[in-house]
């Protein structure tokens, strides 16, 4: 079936606006996996869900950053009152067996 | 926690030439995955290669394979008979086999090494 598909591609918004990402994994993987990537750095973990139990939120910068995941399938990641540090391409994933499978990711720049 | 370290921030390849990629790890645990995962400028991660760390035959995916060393902490990925379209960022990575509580199952990465393939 189709691959993991995440939107917006690009997202631009004004310091301290709340933005939006979604991810729509590949159909029947239990797990997702929310990455972020800075320019010119390796992948940084975020938030991971698996089924329905509770998400292992560690990875989360601050509570500006948020995620859910509705109906075990589409999650959305949320990042309130932006900063310029936030800045980067936020990658989703998900996994059945381990191997996880990326989206194209959202670039998001906040001016 | 687990560290990936990839030293080699840049490399170039002869198109047709081979090229390894190193790649070191440090964990304590016994079971867990290895990856190389490839990002072209279309920002996509495309698995490659994985290993399981209890198998002791490398693993190869056509023209890509690996030589793990478990002793070593060490998992270099050869690209043989290089191709223009494997010029690309990859990433090392590591993920563990058991659940020892928050963030078990993430993947950790280096930092990355750039592939430049010459025609």
């Known amino acids: 079936g189709a691959g993991v598909s995440q939107s917006p591609s690009n997202k631009v918004t004004e310091k301290g606006k709340d933005v939006e990402l979604r991810c729509d994994p590949i159909s029947g993987h239990t797990a997702l996996y929310w990455y972020r990537q800075s320019l010119g750095q390796g992948l940084e973990f975020l938030i991971y869900?698996?089924?329905?139990?509770?998400?292992?939120k560690s990875g989360l910068p601050s509570d500006r950053f948020s995620a859910e995941r509705t109906g075990g399938s589409v999650s959305t990641l949320t990042i309130q009152r932006t900063q310029q540090e936030d800045s980067a391409v936020y990658l989703c994933a998900s996994s059945l067996t381990g191997s996880l499978h990326f989206g194209n990711g959202t670039r998001l720049t906040v001016t | 926690a687990q560290t990936v370290t990839q030293s080699q921030p840049e490399m170039s390849v002869q198109e047709a030439e081979t090229v390894t990629l190193s790649c070191t790890y440090d964990?304590?645990?016994?079971?867990?995955?290895l990856f190389w995962y490839k990002q072209p400028p279309s920002r996509q991660m495309i698995l490659v290669i994985r290993?399981?760390?209890?198998?002791?035959q490398n693993a190869t995916e056509n023209r890509f394979s690996v030589n793990f060393q478990k002793a070593a902490k060490s998992f270099s990925l050869k690209i043989s008979d290089s191709q223009l379209g494997d010029a690309a960022m990859y990433f090392c990575?590591?993920?563990?086999?058991?659940?020892?509580?928050?963030?078990?199952?993430?993947?950790?990465f280096g930092k990355g090494t750039k592939l430049s393939v010459i025609p």
């Open positions: 964990t304590s645990e016994s079971d867990y995955y």
């Open positions: 990575a590591y993920r563990s086999a058991v659940n020892s509580g928050a963030g078990s199952y993430q993947l950790t």
């Open positions: 869900f698996q089924g329905n139990s509770a998400p292992d």
């Open positions: 290993q399981e760390a209890y198998k002791q």
